[in-house]
């Protein structure tokens, strides 16, 4: 059976609450190691094992949902946003994600950086982590006359009058 | 603009070919013609950008099959008729490259 989704806003609210928890145990825990003197003697070891408890598994949870979390970007309403072209594909389930190359994506026109991302990270999460680092390597050489590539065709399609050609 | 076509365009263009009506995701591409996944992409969007290529995300659930959803290509009607067109026109494939499909029984 399929799990039961949280809509966005559920899901960000339980995402502050986990980063909350996440915080009151780190204060909690570097309390104890500062000043330990401040909790009986026999109950000295509390804030360390609950606190230490709390930030591993909140954050487990948080990074084993990351994926599923709805993105902030494309939501808004851009003059490309809106122009209904964001094509980052289904609900993603981001398998695997490489920082650098959210970063990359960040430098390209929004949609075809977000679809060239997810196109990145669907194909890196079927291929074994011996191949991911070559992988990886190549989408970073090709995303320099990428971005230029993209810029350029963004920058014609502004320019010319007509529909626009869906992506 | 004419599609400038190199050996790594050709090699795309051959494994699209192969089975004109099948779709292709880019795992799949990259394996055929040995390209490496971040050099076969920006082949696929400039194909794309020509009309020669259409793309469709996989219509998957990505939770019920654990992985993210694919995008498939596949070429177009005009598009078949023009790679064909334009491969039979270009210089082979030389070296490693041919050295490749050949091994597949394709060159």
Same mark, same amino acid.
């Given at each position: 059976?399929?799990?039961?989704?949280?809509?966005?806003?559920?899901?960000?609210?339980?995402?502050?609450?986990?980063?909350?928890?996440?915080?009151?145990?780190?204060?909690?825990?570097?309390?104890?190691?500062?000043?330990?003197?401040?909790?009986?003697?026999?109950?000295?070891?509390?804030?360390?094992?609950?606190?230490?408890?709390?930030?591993?598994?909140?954050?487990?949870?948080?990074?084993?949902?990351?994926?599923?979390?709805?993105?902030?970007?494309?939501?808004?309403?851009?003059?490309?946003?809106?122009?209904?072209?964001?094509?980052?594909?289904?609900? @993603?389930?981001?398998? +695997?994600?490489?920082?650098?190359?959210? $970063? %990359?994506?960040? #430098?390209?026109?929004?949609? *075809?950086? /977000? =679809?060239?991302?997810?196109?990145?990270?669907?194909?890196?999460?079927?291929?074994?982590?011996?191949?991911?680092?070559? @992988?990886?390597?190549? +989408?970073?050489?090709?995303?320099?006359? $990428? %971005?230029?590539? #993209?810029?350029?065709?963004? *920058?014609? /399609? =502004?320019?010319?009058?007509?529909?626009?050609?869906?992506? | 603009?004419?599609?400038?076509?190199?050996?790594?365009?050709?090699?795309?263009?051959?494994?699209?070919?192969?089975?004109?009506?099948?779709?292709?995701?880019?795992?799949?591409?990259?394996?055929?013609?040995?390209?490496?996944?971040?050099?076969?992409?920006?082949?696929?969007?400039?194909?794309?950008?020509?009309?020669?290529?259409?793309?469709?995300?996989?219509?998957?659930?990505?939770?019920?099959?654990?992985?993210?959803?694919?995008?498939?290509?596949?070429?177009?009607?005009?598009?078949?008729?023009?790679?064909?067109?334009?491969?039979?026109?270009?210089?082979?494939?030389?070296?490693?490259?041919?050295?490749?499909?050949?091994?597949?029984?394709?060159?």
């Amino acid at each position: 059976m399929m799990p039961e989704l949280d809509s966005p806003k559920e899901a960000r609210r339980k995402q502050r609450v986990r980063v909350v928890v996440v915080i009151g145990a780190c204060a909690a825990t570097a309390s104890a190691a500062v000043d330990g003197s401040r909790f009986h003697a026999s109950w000295y070891w509390a804030p360390w094992v609950l606190g230490l408890t709390a930030i591993v598994v909140f954050t487990g949870v948080a990074m084993a949902i990351s994926g599923d979390l709805p993105r902030r970007r494309g939501r808004g309403s851009g003059s490309l946003r809106a122009s209904g072209r964001d094509d980052v594909g289904p609900a @993603a389930v981001a398998a +695997y994600r490489c920082r650098t190359l959210v $970063l %990359v994506s960040r #430098m390209m026109p929004g949609p *075809a950086g /977000r =679809r060239w991302l997810a196109e990145a990270e669907s194909l890196l999460s079927e291929i074994t982590a011996a191949r991911r680092g070559r @992988a990886i390597r190549s +989408y970073l050489l090709s995303a320099p006359r $990428l %971005v230029l590539m #993209m810029w350029a065709q963004e *920058a014609l /399609r =502004r320019v010319r009058p007509g529909p626009r050609r869906p992506r | 603009m004419a599609m400038r076509l190199t050996v790594q365009v050709q090699l795309v263009l051959q494994a699209l070919l192969r089975d004109p009506a099948k779709e292709m995701y880019g795992l799949e591409l990259s394996e055929e013609t040995g390209l490496q996944p971040g050099t076969a992409y920006p082949i696929l969007l400039r194909l794309e950008h020509e009309g020669w290529v259409t793309s469709r995300w996989e219509d998957v659930d990505p939770r019920a099959e654990k992985r993210p959803a694919r995008r498939y290509y596949r070429l177009t009607a005009g598009g078949a008729v023009e790679a064909s067109a334009a491969l039979a026109g270009a210089r082979r494939p030389k070296g490693a490259a041919l050295r490749r499909l050949a091994g597949r029984g394709v060159a």
